[in-house]
Structures are given as structure tokens and as C-alpha cells.
């Protein structure tokens, strides 16, 4: 058995914050986008920009306390392994922080910022654009599918993981699970 490299429990509590945050936003994001305008699509569209925000404000943290408390690549991967999974928490980091700032911008050059669960507005970045506003509404819908394949690719990893039996995915995981 190989010696586990556990991330913290910040980390660990982070992960799973923004993992459930991401995973509801993302097909309320696509699910609001296809309804008829009215109440539903509204409440949609507030829950989904609320969520963005939180997700954005969460990964700051997130990123610190990976940069601050780094375990190195489990003993368990191969080289190809490692390099997958490195590109991939890149990629998932970059995607969860420039997707909600790209949702944000989009708000505000369309004149509004995001929506704060029924509270109000936060302030909008940038001066009205309506153009501009389509342009970034439709970068923010392309970050939205990118991150969703790479959570995908992610999952997928760790179901390999589980099925190979080794110790990778009990480094997210609480160790009271194992038993």
C-alpha cells in the first residue's frame, strides 16, 4: 500500500463546497437558458448567478490553501497519469474562476450585475455594451461546457481510480469513509 498525501480539511471542505455549487449552477445555467421568459426562468437565472458568485468567491480560498498546503502526486499514478490530472486541476481551477468573472462581465454589459439570491444586484463592472454583452454571454456559455467536460474527464478519473482499488481518491475523501 502506498503511504496517502491527505489534502486538508480546508481543502477538503472547499472541494466538495464548489463540486456540489458547480454542479448545480451548471445545468440550472443550461436548463434556465431554454425556458420561456417568466417566473421559473427569473428564479433561475437569480439562483444560477447567486451560485456563480459564491463559486467565485470560494475559489480564492481554495486556490491559497492549494498553493499553501500542496500534497505531492500520489506514488499510485503513472507519468501519463500525473500529467492528466495536473492539466486538469489547471484547467479546473482556470475555468472556475474565469467562468463566473466571464458570467459577471456579460451581466454588466448587458446593465445589470449578478443577482445575490433575491437581495439585490452586485455592481456591474462594466459600462452597458449590448454587443459586447452577447459576445461574453457566449464565451461565459462556452467556459460553462468546457468546465463541465472537465469535471467529467475528473469523475472519470476517479472512477478509474476506485475501480484499480488504489489510494488516489482517499485523498479527497474523509478518512472515517474508509472503514
Do not use: C
Amino acid at each position: 500500500m502506498v503511504e496517502r498525501q491527505p489534502y486538508s480539511p480546508l481543502a477538503k471542505a472547499l472541494h466538495w463546497i464548489i463540486a456540489a455549487l458547480a454542479l448545480t449552477s451548471l445545468p440550472t445555467g443550461i436548463v434556465m437558458a431554454d425556458l420561456d421568459e417568466g417566473p421559473l426562468q427569473n428564479n433561475l437565472f437569480v439562483l444560477h448567478e447567486s451560485l456563480g458568485v459564491i463559486v467565485l468567491g470560494l475559489m480564492l480560498p481554495r486556490l491559497l490553501a492549494r498553493l499553501r498546503h500542496r500534497p505531492g502526486s500520489s506514488a499510485d499514478l503513472t507519468p501519463a497519469e500525473r500529467i492528466v490530472s495536473k492539466a486538469t486541476h489547471r484547467g479546473l481551477y482556470l475555468l472556475l474562476i474565469a467562468t463566473p468573472i466571464v458570467g459577471w462581465l456579460a451581466l454588466s454589459a448587458y446593465g445589470l450585475g449578478p443577482s445575490f439570491f433575491w437581495l439585490g444586484h452586485l455592481p456591474a463592472l462594466l459600462a452597458k455594451n449590448e454587443p459586447l454583452s452577447k459576445q461574453l454571454f457566449e464565451l461565459h456559455e462556452s467556459l460553462g461546457w468546457a468546465l463541465l467536460a472537465l469535471i467529467a474527464l475528473h469523475v472519470a478519473g476517479v472512477i478509474r481510480h476506485r475501480i484499480a482499488g488504489d489510494e488516489v481518491i482517499w485523498r479527497m475523501l474523509p478518512e472515517a469513509w474508509r472503514k
